[in-house]
């Protein structure tokens, strides 16, 4: 059964940093690609980078570009997002999810690609 915890979300102030973390248990990183994503109250849930199984390769949303690095330990299971200068605007509930289809050649950051998701880390970034 495939699982997907996250971890690390906070209270942060403007400009601060948070690294997140998304351990998954049930099945290897090295077959399934991973994603980041993040949905604010009243908003649709947005994709924020991810990574592909076969080779590290990533992808980020234009707006977490130069801020937002998402990194994998393969050895300990677990999909990092390390944030930086956050803002206001990066406060939501934070999810990893995974298990996309298998054709794709790259990863996504489409929700609806995704089947299995964590719970979800609240981050808020405030004064």
């Known amino acids: 059964q495939l699982q997907l915890v996250e971890s690390g979300g906070g209270l942060v102030q403007p400009g601060g940093s948070l690294r997140l973390s998304c351990d998954a248990s049930?099945?290897?990183?090295?077959?399934?690609?991973i994603g980041w994503f993040r949905q604010a109250p009243g908003k649709e849930r947005e994709g924020v980078s991810c990574?592909?199984?076969?080779?590290?390769?990533?992808k980020s949303a234009d707006s977490v570009k130069g801020r937002f690095i998402i990194s994998r330990d393969n050895a300990k299971n677990t999909v990092y997002l390390q944030m930086n200068s956050l803002k206001p605007e990066d406060t939501a509930v934070y999810y990893c999810?995974?298990?996309?289809?298998?054709?794709?050649?790259?990863?996504?950051?489409?929700?609806?690609?995704?089947?299995?998701w964590g719970q979800g880390t609240q981050v808020t970034v405030s004064s």
């Open positions: 049930g099945f290897s990183l090295d077959y399934y690609d």
């Open positions: 999810a995974t298990d996309t289809p298998q054709w794709l050649s790259m990863c996504v950051m489409t929700p609806y690609d995704y089947s299995v």
């Open positions: 990574i592909r199984s076969s080779d590290g390769s990533s």
